[in-house]
Nanobody
C-alpha cells in the first residue's frame, strides 16, 4: 500500500494543524500510526490506531493530538493542537498488519509497521 502525507506547514506556538495520510488501499485491514523525526533525533511514535479502532497517543502529546481513521475514504488523520516548538519535525504515516505484540503502547514502535509514507514537514516557531 502507498501512503501520501499532506497538511504540514509552519505555525506559531499554540497553533493547530491537521495532517492527512491518503492510502492507496482500503485501510480497514491495517493498524496505522503517525511517527515524527526531529532534526538530529531518532524517529518516534506519535499516535496509533489499531485495526479494531483503539487509539494510543504518546505521553508528551496526550491531550493535544488526536488520531482518527476514515476507512471509507482511506484517510488517516492527525489533529494537532497547542503546538510547541518541540513538535517540529517530519511527520510520517505508517501502516501495518495486525501483529500479536503490536497493541496499546507497543503500537508506537516502528517494527509494528510495514508501509511508510515520505513524510510532511511541520515547523512550529516560538
Amino acid at each position: 500500500v502507498q501512503l501520501v502525507e499532506s497538511g504540514g506547514g509552519s505555525v506559531q506556538t499554540g497553533g493547530s494543524l491537521r495532517l492527512a495520510c491518503t492510502a492507496s488501499a482500503y485501510t480497514n485491514n491495517y493498524s496505522m500510526a503517525w511517527f515524527r523525526q526531529a532534526p538530529g533525533k531518532e524517529r518516534e511514535g506519535v499516535a496509533s490506531i489499531h485495526r479494531d479502532g483503539a487509539t494510543r497517543i504518546a505521553d508528551s502529546m496526550n491531550g493535544r493530538f488526536k488520531i482518527s481513521k476514515d476507512n471509507a475514504k482511506k484517510i488517516l488523520s492527525l489533529e494537532m493542537n497547542s503546538l510547541k516548538p518541540e513538535d517540529t519535525g517530519t511527520y510520517y504515516c505508517a501502516a501495518g498488519y495486525v501483529k500479536a505484540n503490536c497493541w496499546g503502547s507497543s503500537l508506537l514502535r516502528e517494527s509494528c509497521f510495514l508501509y511508510w509514507g515520505q513524510g510532511t514537514q511541520v515547523t512550529v516557531s516560538s
